[in-house]
């Protein structure tokens, strides 16, 4: 039978002085792979499609990206060609905030003019996931105490400890330049003392259930109920 397509989304840009350049990637990836290691026999999991649109962080070395247009090509092509084997669906877990335009207008696109396979972007950072972060941190930003805290979750070897920094700066890189507001990189709060790992793990499993309830919503009968 067909699987359910799960096509982790990423980027490649500077998280500071003390995360990976695949911070979002990573946490999509694991989210992604975690719904498939519940569902072996109904996921189909794609290697992680890395460079996306992240042209807010330009001049930050390390920082590499693709212009919107080009992403949508990209992925309209994907699932043009996906859709010669699969009729059931792929879904696009999506960890990096500078791919939610291009995602959208790409899963419309699709969607409006083709019956199979129904296209879905999931974001990790959507409403429902903020209002749990919330609870534990005073803002959510990038490069962060929240990213650090997923990051130590996922594996404390890849946070630079020696190298995390305090910072408390505000801005909106959605229509300014990362450098524009932050010389380090870092928007948001970070303290040594506010990274935790434990609810950092806590906020990972809340991403899968809820990724693993809109899969249920979406695609009604793929994944199993418990």
């Given at each position: ?71 949508i090509r990209y992925l309209l092509d994907v699932l043009e060609s996906i ?22 207008i790409v899963v419309k696109s699709w969607n409006y003019s083709n019956d ?86 806590e906020i990972l499993n809340f991403m899968v259930d809820d990724l693993i ?14």
């Amino acid at each position: 039978r067909d699987a359910l397509v799960l096509i982790p989304v990423g980027s490649v840009e500077q998280h500071g002085p003390h995360l990976p350049l695949g911070t979002d990637s990573l946490i999509a990836e694991h989210v992604a792979g975690e719904v498939e290691r519940r569902f072996p026999d109904r996921i189909l999991l794609f290697p992680v499609l890395a460079v996306g649109s992240s042209m807010e962080h330009v001049g930050f070395r390390g920082t590499t990206w693709v212009r919107f247009e080009s992403m949508i090509r990209y992925l309209l092509d994907v699932l043009e060609s996906i859709s010669s084997w699969n009729s059931i669906g792929v879904v696009f877990v999506n960890g990096h905030g500078g791919n939610v335009d291009a995602l959208n207008i790409v899963v419309k696109s699709w969607n409006y003019s083709n019956d199979r396979p129904r296209a879905l972007h999931y974001y990790v950072y959507n409403p429902r996931v903020v209002n749990l972060v919330k609870r534990y941190f005073p803002s959510f930003g990038h490069a962060d105490a929240v990213e650090t805290s997923l990051i130590a979750a996922i594996n404390r070897d890849l946070v630079r400890w020696d190298r995390i920094v305090d910072a408390d700066i505000s801005g909106n890189i959605n229509v300014v330049r990362t450098r524009d507001v932050s010389p380090t990189g870092i928007v948001g709060t970070l303290r040594r003392e506010l990274v935790r790992a434990d609810v950092g793990a806590e906020i990972l499993n809340f991403m899968v259930d809820d990724l693993i309830s809109q899969l249920r919503t979406y695609y009604p009968g793929i994944i199993p109920s418990t």
